[in-house]
DNA sequence: TTGAAAGCGCTAACAC
DNA sequence: GTGTTAGCGCTTTCAA
């Protein structure tokens, strides 16, 4: 930044005191410091407009007073709700937010290499769920580094971990269909199959299973669609779900669509096939965006605590960052709420 | 970050060199180091585990290769693209990017105070097309200090900074609405009386007009509902324009909703009262969010370049970090796209 | 109460 | 080619 600098000593020199003194008045060590020289720096510091060089400072003391935010896959709307959250807690308490994106374990590694070399305090990793190998982590804990991460399965119990609970989001959603009396009840699942594994799409569809299984249901295959969380792949399995008509299996007559995103494209698709919701069949799903509220039909969904899973990293962490190490590794898991709306309806014979 | 750190002294004592050998390894200026020399540099760094502190080097070099990211509410999905576009152009250029979210001046000004007390290169500013004051960054590109500002209204030429053609979206929904013979247009606008203005309110509106203004076209005062760029706003400006049914001036053939979000909300609303779109009623937007191809109808709609604004501005402040300065202050406008879909149809008495 | 001085880890003259 | 050394701006003993 241009400009000659404006340091300490001159601020000193202004004041006609030492630089130890106007460290000590700018640090709040008054308590030795005479009134009148205090003044005198305070008003030096005014005058010149004094700026302290936080880089100078984070040299000496060792701390940057910055934590490192890795995230596997930046593009995700969740990205906005989670940042909010880790910023309430942290700007308070006067933590600055370094941003990575990295898309692949390799990438992140490298990240946190960078990231160390600037000297962050600690890290919050945010992830899509995606069971990516971690023993970086692990080195990284032993290594005494604060840090806590969030949406991500590190079977580690060392290791600070934020989750949501997909199983039980899976489970009421499906629970909540069978109250209304379905029985003959689908799913579109996220990418269950994947490699590595991600854990909301695998839990879910357990939650979804298990829900089933307790009231000793079991459905076609037919009936299970694998997809992958998108539109595109809502739309599309949704089309599969439908040639199902002209098949001995038949309908069902509600589908667990296992996020919002597919969701919304569900209800296009069963819209464009001439069914309607929830009269002709119901629809479940998981996450709750902004845009949940206002599909035709509203959906009736599981909402994730997205911005409390950032403040509770923050919080974490924050207690990490101070009292030197993590204190009792939590793993804490969210539950979902359920949002009642309008895409689900008691089960009848058709209309 | 506990640990003894291993120092660059540490490195040259290792391998039996000078301190500056070792930067000059690192640092690339091999030209001046012997081989011998620099193979075993570069092996005590890897034995040692050397991690360079950037911190120590910033502060010689008076440079952190950080630009600070400051956004005026970061409550909003486009921070995402955005935030994307600049990475991809800043992190290969070697560039940090530290958030900080100031939802005021007040507090814009306090984290620029901050930023640059930690010593930023440089800034990027992103808004919500508010019409704040801006006297602190003309200050702040007075001093010298490299900057871009996206999305914001500011009167000021030599300040490099990154808009949308809002007027030219609007204008262009309406114009294919009038191309398709629809006359009677109403509009859905977005909070153009607030204060301080919000740029893309006011100008969407205006290219509203002036499509109409062109074809000589003048429409009653109803059909003009102001709102606030959320889906209940949408929703309840909806239902005021539905009251028109029973009012002389009757309803409007189509509508131009200021942004998508509103958009998914008068879909439903006229769902809820019986309207057909496109049938009974086209409508056309502003702002392609990932939903609007998926809402019943997908929405035709103007998409604004969001990601390309990021990539933009982190190019223009790039040139600012390395040539010393901002060569030319840029004024960028990029064009919105239309996305022509399932909303609107050709004009025809009620079918 | 105040100040002098020793670094924090690194780069970049400048000397050899 | 390689090494010595003077800072970068600040905090923090330690003396006075």
Chains 1, 2 share one sequence.
């Not at 002709?280 to 959906?299: E, H, K, M, Q």
Request: aromatic share 6%.
């Amino acid at each position: 930044m241009r400009r000659k600098l404006i340091t300490i000593r001159d601020v000193a020199e202004h004041a006609g005191v030492s630089v130890s003194t106007v460290s000590h008045v700018l640090n709040g060590n008054d308590h030795h410091v005479g009134a009148v020289k205090r003044e005198r720096v305070l008003a030096a510091v005014d005058k010149l407009g004094y700026r302290p060089n936080a880089i100078a400072r984070s040299m000496v003391k060792r701390k940057t007073a910055t934590v490192g935010l890795v995230w596997t896959e930046i593009d995700n709307p969740i990205f906005v709700p989670v940042i909010l959250g880790i910023e309430e807690v942290l700007r308070p308490a006067g933590y600055h937010i370094v941003l990575a994106s990295a898309p692949d374990v390799v990438q992140e590694i490298q990240a946190i290499e960078t990231l160390r070399s600037q000297q962050v305090d600690g890290f919050i990793f945010m992830s899509l769920s995606i069971c990516y190998p971690f023993d970086h982590l692990v080195r990284l804990n032993n290594e005494g580094v604060p840090f806590v991460v969030i949406n991500r399965c590190l079977d580690e119990s060392t290791i600070p971990q934020i989750l949501w609970d997909e199983r039980g989001a899976g489970y009421e959603a499906t629970q909540h269909l069978l109250s209304l009396g379905h029985t003959r009840i689908s799913t579109i699942s996220g990418p269950i199959h994947d490699s590595p594994p991600r854990r909301s799409a695998i839990e879910r569809h357990r939650g979804w299973q298990e829900a089933l299984h307790e009231h000793g249901i079991t459905v076609p295959p037919e009936w299970i669609q694998i997809s992958d969380y998108t539109y595109e792949g809502g739309y599309q399995a949704t089309q599969q779900l439908l040639e199902l008509r002209a098949h001995e299996c038949g309908l069902p007559s509600a589908i667990f669509v296992a996020n919002d995103v597919m969701a919304a494209s569900v209800l296009k698709a069963l819209y464009d096939a001439g069914l309607r919701v929830p009269q002709d069949i119901s629809v479940t799903t998981v996450g709750d965006s902004p845009f949940a509220a206002y599909t035709v039909p509203a959906l009736t969904t599981l909402s994730l605590p997205v911005q409390e899973a950032g403040r509770e990293a923050a919080q974490i962490l924050l207690e990490g960052l101070t009292h030197g190490k993590s204190t009792n590794a939590a793993k804490i898991t969210l539950k979902c709420r359920a949002q009642l709306r309008e895409s689900c309806s008691p089960y009848h014979t058709t209309t």
